[in-house]
């Protein structure tokens, strides 16, 4: 899945993983301020230096097919 920014047009990829034994969505983006300022409000980001990416919750299996719009949603809002 895909997100694009609503101002600047840059793509947030989102892949599905499972990270230290919990389900995570991994934010797979170009460094870019804009960007990094929408994700900083999001509940439980997290830098993971293993994956190299930011990555969030994804609370259990079938997460990102289920809520994948209610997280472009708070994307999008901020």
């Not at 301020?33 to 930011?54: A, H, Q, Y």
């Not at 289920?66 to 809002?77: A, H, V, Y």
Request: hydrophobic letters at 30%; glycine letters at 6%.
């Amino acid at each position: 899945m895909a997100l694009m920014h609503p101002e600047t047009g840059k793509i947030i990829r989102i892949e599905k993983t499972i990270h230290n034994r919990q389900y995570r969505l991994k934010l797979i983006f170009e460094p870019d301020n804009s960007i990094s300022f929408l994700l900083n409000n999001l509940n439980d980001l997290k830098w993971s230096r293993s994956m190299g990416c930011r990555d969030i919750s994804s609370g259990q299996p079938g997460y990102l097919k289920k809520n994948g719009s209610s997280l472009e949603t708070k994307i999008k809002k901020r």
